[in-house]
């Protein structure tokens, strides 16, 4: 094995470590799976829940930003501190996260959607379980 091939492998589990600390994961990565457009040979659920109109109940808008704000559908009359709306109580389909668990990842493991799509992988769903931990329930 070459020196650069033993050196990649380090820098990939540094990174794996890095990233597996990080408290709060960043949607970015699993509105990137959403976000392709639904077939059935894809997991995306666009043209369905992700559409180009203002969000409302099944409809959770277009943007990165539109679509977290419906999957979190945060409470404005409850939190903690009434100046930032990232303190109020979450009552959307990522309340619970993976302990209660939540909608979502029960939809999304079931298989029972993307309708009419292909399931999430393992990898795609621990994408999903990583970002949906900082919704867990307290212990
Ligand atoms: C072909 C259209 C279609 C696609 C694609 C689709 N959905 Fe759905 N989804 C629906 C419909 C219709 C419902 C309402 C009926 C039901 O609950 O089964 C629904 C319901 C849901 C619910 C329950 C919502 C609630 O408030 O209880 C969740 C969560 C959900 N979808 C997640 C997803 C995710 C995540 C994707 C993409 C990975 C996706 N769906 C792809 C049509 C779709």
Same mark, same amino acid.
């Given at each position: 094995? &070459?020196?650069?091939? $033993?050196?990649?492998? /380090?820098?990939? !589990?540094? &990174?794996?470590?890095?990233?597996?600390?990080a408290s709060a994961q960043s949607f970015?990565?699993? +509105?990137?799976?959403? &976000?392709?457009?639904?077939?059935? @040979? /894809? %997991?995306?659920? $666009?043209? !369905?829940?992700?559409?180009? *109109? =203002?969000?409302?109940?099944?409809?959770?808008?277009?943007? *990165?930003?539109?679509?977290?704000? #419906?999957?979190e559908? $945060?409470? %404005?009359?409850? !939190?903690?501190?009434?100046?930032? =709306? /990232?303190? !109020?109580?979450v009552?959307?389909?990522v309340?619970?996260g993976n302990?209660? =668990?939540?909608?979502? #990842?029960?939809?999304?493991? #079931?298989? #029972?959607?993307?309708? +009419?799509?292909? =399931?999430?992988?393992?990898? *795609?769903?621990?994408?999903?379980?990583a970002w949906l931990s900082q919704y867990d @329930?307290?212990?």
């Amino acid at each position: 094995m &070459t020196k650069l091939g $033993r050196l990649v492998p /380090s820098i990939w !589990c540094a &990174t794996a470590l890095w990233v597996g600390q990080a408290s709060a994961q960043s949607f970015d990565d699993v +509105f990137a799976i959403m &976000t392709q457009d639904a077939n059935p @040979d /894809s %997991p995306g659920c $666009r043209g !369905c829940h992700i559409v180009p *109109e =203002p969000p409302t109940g099944l409809i959770w808008g277009d943007t *990165e930003d539109e679509v977290l704000a #419906s999957l979190e559908d $945060r409470d %404005p009359n409850d !939190c903690v501190d009434p100046m930032d =709306p /990232s303190t !109020c109580a979450v009552r959307g389909v990522v309340a619970g996260g993976n302990t209660r =668990p939540s909608i979502l #990842s029960v939809r999304l493991e #079931s298989g #029972s959607m993307p309708r +009419f799509g292909r =399931p999430w992988t393992e990898d *795609e769903l621990q994408i999903l379980w990583a970002w949906l931990s900082q919704y867990d @329930d307290p212990q």
